[in-house]
């Protein structure tokens, strides 16, 4: 009897001790994350104050506008490493989602080019875009192999076959949808903003407030659980990369939309599309990748690139300043995770 | 019963052979294809200007690559380093500064560069892969900063400059300078992962990283080794790149980032735990050459090189990974 008190009572003692340091944990976190946005919040406040109409409703509808492609880009990703985890040597990663934008986007242009309707045009251009998701998926469930590798062959494909279709030349297009895309607007709202504004709609519902999107959380945090709990992890990882070839396939027309062309090269937007899913974790808060988190590093880095062109800093800058944020933003992150004694 | 028995053993023995073996089984395939579709393939001739083209600079760059994926990690500023090499000796020689003063510049360039990989990774704990993204990023700007948006810088004929030239074209024993190079790096960057103390804590961090702290290893010290190793190594590259095209052109470097990581990791294939090996790295930067080489020699066009090469390289993986699944 005594000895059972006595454990109890080391048991409650632990427990306090572990409330006290989940606590500590908790307020340390929130201050990195607070620091963090703090940080972003700073840099915005300078642009508002030093960039001449940084704030018109203009600019920032501009801004929004330009961050559409990037957004819908990061989502796919950001799907793919909440389900396959954010280890990022072994966990979800698609490494081919700009370059399958290319090539979904020289099949859009292509086609209409050569006469086919907006409809079975947008239509092929996601079923492209899925194909190539569905690729990647049969790599990592079906085969097995890593994400980055199976990834990096399919980019060479994608990007290869984005060549051989256009020669690597610029395809010029121009349909009724295009025409909506670029001129059309809603409630002084353009029609690339509404589509950004309709996707991160979709996207946060549909991850951040189903039982789907749970289980897929639970399926990149902890395969073995789900798999114990009974959700079929193969089904939910080969998901997150179809979806990340059907975001492709959407950003792809957008592209289309705003240079009223295919053009080569889309395959530079990839570490853009990477940092804006990992910079976005810094938004959740057990620095986790959410929807949106990414949407607003999205919205970010569109603001820092308008920012700049706004005070007339040349662009070559901006890079640089995306690589320092990342690492000023992780580097703040580890340190908070490191006092945690987590490690 | 037992016969059967012994019957499943075998075919799981040789599912196993093939997966372990898939790889080099793939290489035999694919030389002896394309020995038969074109004649030139397999001659003195071109097999030597795979090597000093399509395979040196490559390799250098891979061995970079394979020590820091043995350690757990990964470079992503590998092209980085590559350019930096560049940029710097270019412009010293065009400054006018002799050969050696050029080329102990370009290397102190990538030594900073890995040095910053190194220091992020080890004092601000940030993860190799956001690290090196990061210093990718500033990369990429420090050089559209310096040559005023990515213009190249050409060596104009001169003593320095021709003496620079020389790295790429003369040839000792009959063997060219960059070969030497890269043999002397292979057998160097071997000994050192497979036959050194270094190599084995390496290969220690890169298994069981909390095991490796706890034996004592000196996890920091050796990872920021591994980082300003990989950084040299790839400075070497943007060296021969520089010394061989006698220019340096922005942002260059990039394209042996995928190339390399890819070399890797079909490397990997080669050893059960999947590990990777200065040998296996090699043979998967002989297999990328040789498939560009031969599909350029069977007349397809650069485009279809690159679609060729993607759908190579998934096979390879997919029969390697997936014969290894079904041998378990």
């Given amino acids: 009897m005594s000895a059972s008190v006595l454990h109890t009572e080391v048991g409650v003692s632990d427990e306090k001790q572990a409330v006290a340091k989940s606590a500590g944990r908790r307020f340390g976190a929130l201050v990195v994350r607070l620091g963090a946005i703090a940080a972003f919040a700073a840099i915005m406040a300078y642009f508002v104050i030093f960039a001449p ?34 280890d990022v040597t072994e966990g979800g990663i698609d490494l081919s989602i700009a370059a399958n934008m290319g090539l979904c986007a020289a099949v859009y242009a292509t086609l209409l080019s050569m006469g086919y309707g907006d409809f079975l045009s947008v239509l092929a251009a996601i079923a492209v875009g899925m194909a190539v998701g569905a690729l990647n998926a049969l790599a990592v469930v079906g085969f097995g192999i890593l994400p980055l590798l199976a990834t990096l062959a399919v980019l060479n494909v994608a990007a290869g076959m984005e060549l051989t279709l256009t020669q690597n030349t610029v395809v010029g297009a121009s349909s009724p949808l295009l025409g909506v895309l670029v001129s059309g607007s809603f409630l002084g709202i353009s029609a690339l903003a509404w589509a950004l504004i309709v996707f991160s709609a979709i996207m946060i519902v549909v991850v951040h407030g189903t039982s789907f999107g749970l289980r897929l959380y639970a399926v990149g945090g902890h395969p073995e659980a789900a798999r114990a709990a009974g959700i079929s992890v193969p089904f939910y990882v080969s998901f997150t990369y179809v979806l990340s ?59 820092l690139a308008n920012g700049f062109q706004l005070l007339n800093v040349s662009s070559y800058w901006v890079n640089g300043v995306q690589g320092a944020l990342i690492l000023l933003v992780v580097a703040i992150t580890s340190f908070a995770r490191g006092s945690e004694g987590s490690r | 019963m037992s016969v059967s028995a012994n ?55 891979a061995l970079g690559l394979t020590i820091v994926i043995s350690s757990g990690g990964i470079d992503l500023s590998v092209g980085v380093s590559v350019d930096m090499a560049s940029m710097v000796v270019v412009m010293l020689l065009a400054a006018g500064y002799s050969g050696v003063v050029g080329v102990a510049g370009g290397l102190g360039a990538a030594l900073i560069v890995g040095i910053l990989n190194a220091i992020l990774i080890t004092r601000l704990n940030i993860s190799p892969f956001l690290a090196t993204l990061g210093v990718l990023f500033i990369g990429q700007s420090t050089q559209q900063l310096a040559t005023s948006g990515g213009q190249p810088i050409y060596l104009t004929s001169g003593y320095a400059a021709d003496q620079f030239n020389a790295i790429a074209r003369t040839a000792l024993f009959g063997i060219p300078t960059p070969v030497i190079v890269l043999i002397v790096l292979v057998v160097a960057v071997h000994v050192l992962l497979h036959r050194s103390v270094f190599g084995r804590y390496v290969q220690a961090m890169g298994a069981q990283p909390g095991v490796a702290w706890y034996s004592g290893i000196r996890v920091q010290r050796e990872l920021s080794m591994v980082h300003v190793l990989c950084a040299l190594l790839a400075g070497v590259t943007g060296i021969l790149l520089s010394a061989t095209v006698k220019s340096y052109v922005p942002l260059s470097g990039n394209a042996f980032l995928l190339d390399a990581i890819g070399a890797t990791f079909i490397g990997t294939t080669l050893s059960r735990e999947r590990k990777p090996s200065v040998i296996g790295t090699l043979l998967g930067v002989l297999l990328l050459a040789i498939v560009k080489n031969g599909l350029l020699l069977v007349g397809w066009n650069f485009y279809w090189q690159q679609v060729g090469i993607g759908v190579l390289v998934f096979l390879v993986l997919a029969a390697s990974f997936g014969l290894r699944r079904a041998a378990h």
């Fill in chain 1, 53 to 86: 109409g940084f704030t018109s409703t203009f600019n920032l509808i501009n801004v929004v506008e330009q961050s559409a492609i990037l957004g819908v880009l990061a989502y796919g990703m950001t799907a793919v490493i909440i389900g396959g985890g954010s």
């Fill in chain 1, 245 to 303: 070839g059907f975001c492709a396939a959407v950003a792809s027309i957008l592209t289309v939309s705003r240079l009223s062309a295919s053009t080569p090269g889309s395959g530079e937007l990839l570490l853009s599309v990477l940092a804006a899913a990992l910079l976005g974790t810094v938004f959740s808060r057990r620095f986790v990748p959410t929807m949106g988190g990414t949407l607003l590093s999205v919205l970010f880095i569109g603001l």
């Fill in chain 2, 7 to 61: 019957d499943n053993t075998a075919k799981v023995s040789l599912r196993g052979f093939l997966a372990k073996y898939s790889v080099l089984i793939a290489f035999a395939a694919i030389v002896i294809f394309f020995s038969v579709a074109s004649p030139t393939f397999l001659t003195p001739a071109n097999l030597f200007n795979v090597l000093v083209n399509n395979v040196v600079m490559l390799a250098i760059v």
